[in-house]
């Protein structure tokens, strides 16, 4: 039996979602009092940006209280702190605490620990090819 390209990409679609959910349930499952996913990757985009509180609201796609409250929360915890610019003190800038390094580290290293698990029912062929599939769509921009 031929599939049609809407029941193919129906399909795609359905697994997409699975498999999300499948990573979101074991993270939550293993995770004790670690970081959640949102607070990680805006531990992740403070990393590799030092960015301005605006900049966290727009990369994550939230209004600036939502991004001001999950910025508190993690300064609270000690991840981040708010540095001022030294050229403009009206700037202030987010920035990984060394507590943060350390704390993202190993939720980094728990999570490729995971998916490893995940992937190793997969041949190195298969990873590659995932590897491309996942490297096409993310390339696509619309």
Do not use: C, W
Request: proline share 3%; aromatic share 4%; hydrophobic share 35%.
């Amino acid at each position: 039996m031929v599939k049609s390209r809407e029941e193919t990409t129906n399909k795609a679609i359905s697994l997409i979602f699975s498999v999300s959910r499948m990573i979101k349930e074991k993270y939550q499952n293993e995770r004790q009092k670690n970081i959640s996913g949102m607070k990680l990757e805006t531990l992740r985009y403070i990393k590799e940006n030092k960015p301005l509180m605006k900049d966290i609201a727009e990369y994550l796609s939230i209004a600036p209280p939502s991004a001001t409250s999950l910025i508190n929360h993690l300064v609270e915890a000690k991840l981040v702190e708010r540095v001022q610019d030294g050229s403009d003190r009206r700037i202030v800038r987010m920035s990984i605490t060394s507590f943060g390094e350390k704390k993202f580290a190993q939720e980094m290293a728990m999570i490729a620990d995971r998916m490893k698990r995940m992937l190793s029912p997969l041949n190195t062929g298969e990873k590659e090819n995932l590897i491309k599939i996942l490297e096409k769509i993310s390339k696509t921009n619309d």
